[in-house]
């Protein structure tokens, strides 16, 4: 009840903030699990997905956003949770499967998870390369995988900076992508093919330059650096 309340009294702040133009809501299936990979360019990315879609969409959120202490921490813990945050701690050593399970859960559950293939935000815009995490998910629990171009949400609030401004917002949800056509979640062929096939569908709609590499942010510390440079070449999961 909450959800709907808070979904509720978000979309007029949406329409008047966001300015929003929807693209192919009825790409997106209405029941059953489903798998939405977007592009992401913004810290509020997920609040446009999960207040434009057409149903229920749980995605990842940091830890902190729901841990936080007095008025400003309760005020940020029920709006994530209102919005269908799931929390994560992308400090632990085990935040890639960690991640991977949480949105397992949710799909075998039949409910609708979203994901973002690059594994961060892009900072200057280019579309970088998938992180077969999303076609993980989508094998193993044998769903379609709805890929979404978002465009003008970095003019909506900029990178490292709070500033929220009015602009124009476009959400675009493109024809569902069959995982069960590409074969079983343990073969890494099948993994790449499907993940770079949700790839192409999101650079046609979001058209942005393609990086042609994997996006990662700075390293935090030299633990971080090591830890990078250990799994250089196993790309395979999401960052939260």
Known sequence: MFKQVLRGLARPFTRVVFHPTVIGRENVPRTGAVL???????????????????????????????????????LSRSFFEGIGAIPVDRASNTAAKDSLDRGLEV??????????????????????????????????????????????TP???????????????????????????YGEASSARARRKLTDDVMDSIGRMSGQELAGTYNEPPAANVVERVRRAMHRNDPEAPTP
């Open 155 to 181: 003019d909506v609030m900029p990178p490292d900076t709070s500033e929220i401004r009015v602009r124009p917002v476009t959400v675009q949800f493109g024809e569902p992508i069959d995982a069960t056509a």
């Open 36 to 74: 939405l990979a977007s592009n992401h360019l913004s810290f509020i990315d997920s609040v446009a997905i999960t207040i434009l879609a057409p149903r229920d969409v749980r995605f990842l959120a940091k830890a902190e956003y729901f841990t936080g202490t007095g008025a400003k921490g309760r």
């Open 107 to 152: 799909l075998q559950a039949g409910g609708a998870f979203a994901i973002y293939p690059e594994g961060t935000r892009s900072r200057d815009g280019r579309l970088y390369k998938g992180r077969t995490g999303v076609a993980f998910l989508a094998l193993t629990a044998q769903c379609p995988v709805v890929p979404v171009a978002i465009t003008g």
